[in-house]
């Protein structure tokens, strides 16, 4: 029987105006867990709350859902996700990369309606739901190629 080699934590990051969706993997980098949801108050006190989380999880690698317009063009939305990441990426000593979000709140939205979740508590749950499908879709790559992916524009 062939040893599982280890794998590290990865956190997934689904990063709005307001809130900031959270998912973090287990340990083999196979499966998404949704995680929390930060309620941005400002740009560095975020990054802070990450960086702390990193440090607690032993998280060894970040993912950021970038928001790209379904014809494949940046967006305002686009544009503060990059700024927001090319912080990350100072203030962090790991790994961030950007992955396309696309069509993932839409996902988010009818997995909650699937589960008979309520609307006032699926307007919460949305973004950490939307977080974990972001990560799962980036562990599912990664696992299928066997490397890491990364579509920064």
Do not use: C
Not at 104 to 113: D, N, P, S
């Amino acid at each position: 029987m062939k040893k599982v080699t280890h794998m590290s934590k990865i956190l997934g990051l689904d990063v709005g105006d307001t809130k900031i969706g959270i998912a973090i993997s287990d340990r083999l980098g196979f499966i998404a867990y949704g995680f929390a949801i930060l309620k941005r108050r400002n740009i560095y006190g975020d990054i802070q709350y990450i960086q702390r989380l990193i440090k607690e999880q032993h998280v060894d690698e970040l993912v950021v859902g970038l928001p790209i317009r379904m014809d494949g063009h940046k967006s305002r939305q686009t544009e503060k996700t990059l700024l927001f990441t090319k912080l990350l990426r100072k203030q962090l000593n790991i790994p961030v990369h950007t992955w396309d979000e696309r069509l993932t709140t839409v996902e988010a939205i009818k997995t909650l309606k699937s589960g008979k979740i309520r609307r006032k508590q699926r307007a919460h749950l949305i973004d950490k739901v939307a977080a974990t499908i972001i990560l799962q879709s980036y562990l599912d790559r990664k696992n299928y190629r066997n490397h890491p992916v990364d579509i920064s524009l």
